[in-house]
């Protein structure tokens, strides 16, 4: 019989420290990574560079030309050796684009758009057929990977996610107080949160840790643990 493959599904608010976290346990356990945000990014990129509204009467517009676009997510290591997520959309390398305060807040809203989230949360099953992942969003326990063996939710006290996501930024923007950053931080969420469609929650069966006292090494250590537990029982 086949083996299923190992599923290990990452949600929680912005800069929780899920992307570090998700990046360095695959790393580990030589589990394929997936920035589901980074897609929701390139589809409010494809909004935006097409000067569309985002809202439910473009939802077919932009849902199509998600669906017909080649969105690429490439593994691969940095100048410092760190796993990043080359994001190609169209055949341009949109890796740093899609990272700015604009397209952020487009990827929020984009979010909101049953459509898009349909089109993008296939895309996410198919790859968890192929290849054993750490996939990290805000709806992945509750709707792309139901079953998967481990669901984490990871959260952080918003001035320290705040802070976090001020340095990730600064190069890129580096105009935008942390003031300003929290402020947007708490938008953000307040929309993940709030929206109809799969708003993130904290499933039931997720595990909830609070990274806001501790390293990335403690936390990563710790989910191995769990898998290994979980392997061990089955
Ligand atoms: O994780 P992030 O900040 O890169 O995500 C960008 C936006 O995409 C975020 O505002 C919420 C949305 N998102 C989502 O709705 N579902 C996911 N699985 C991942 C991200």
Do not use: C
């Not at 326990?141 to 139901?146: D, Q």
């Not at 990563?220 to 537990?229: P, Y």
């Amino acid at each position: 019989m086949q083996k299923t493959n190992f599923q290990i599904a990452i949600d929680g608010p912005v800069a929780a420290g899920k992307g570090t976290i998700a990046k360095t346990l695959a790393g580990k356990l030589h589990f394929l990574y997936v920035d589901t945000g980074a897609m929701y990014r390139a589809a409010g990129l494809l909004a935006v560079q097409n000067q569309w509204q985002i809202n439910l009467d473009n939802q077919d517009k932009i849902a199509a030309a998600l669906a017909a676009a080649q969105l690429h997510l490439e593994n691969i290591l940095d100048e410092n050796r760190q796993l990043m997520t080359l994001v190609t959309l169209n055949g341009e390398d949109v890796s740093e684009k899609i990272r700015t305060q604009e397209i952020s807040e487009a990827a929020s809203k984009v979010a909101t758009l049953p459509k898009v989230r349909q089109v993008l949360v296939e895309k996410q099953q198919h790859l968890a057929t192929k290849f054993n992942v750490v996939m990290e969003g805000r709806d992945i326990g509750l709707r792309v990977l139901p079953d998967a063996q481990l669901k984490l939710y990871l959260t952080a006290d918003l001035a320290e996610r705040a802070k976090r996501r001020f340095e990730q930024n600064r190069l890129l923007e580096p105009n935008l107080t942390l003031e300003e950053v929290k402020k947007r931080v708490q938008e953000r969420d307040q929309l993940d949160m709030s929206r109809e469609i799969d708003p993130l929650t904290i499933v039931p069966d997720a595990i909830v840790l609070d990274t806001t006292h501790l390293d990335i090494e403690t936390v990563v250590n710790n989910i191995v643990g769990l898998v290994q537990t979980h392997e061990a029982s089955t």
